[in-house]
């Protein structure tokens, strides 16, 4: 199925800076929780992210990813996941799609 370019526009894809990670031990897989701050215009968003074999608690915070931000809010398990980090999938492992320099937050991705 081909996407068009009217629906590529409507992923709302933006940068967002790690700002706290805990731990999600009812995860069916390993998982932390994620706050990340998408600047003064979407706030702070939520998410789950399995990315425990790549990363470690410690190096999260400060880190900017990419995510999307106009997802239909999810449950997952206690957790209400508000956006969708982004990243290469081997197995796995997952790789954080992150902005090559720092960026403002809220940047959109296009």
Do not use: H
Request: proline share 6%; glycine share 10%; with cysteine.
């Amino acid at each position: 199925m081909d996407l068009s370019w009217d629906d590529f526009q409507k992923v709302d894809m933006r940068v967002g800076t790690i700002v706290e990670v805990t731990d999600f031990p009812e995860a069916r897989n390993p998982a932390f929780k994620l706050n990340i701050d998408f600047g003064p215009e979407i706030g702070v968003l939520k998410s789950s992210a399995q990315i425990t074999t790549l990363y470690g608690k410690d190096d999260l915070p400060g880190k900017q990813v990419v995510a999307v931000v106009n997802f239909p809010k999810k449950q997952i398990g206690p957790f209400m996941s508000e956006c969708l980090v982004l990243g290469a999938v081997d197995g796995k492992d997952v790789t954080l799609l992150e902005p090559g320099l720092n960026v403002k937050n809220g940047l959109r991705i296009s």
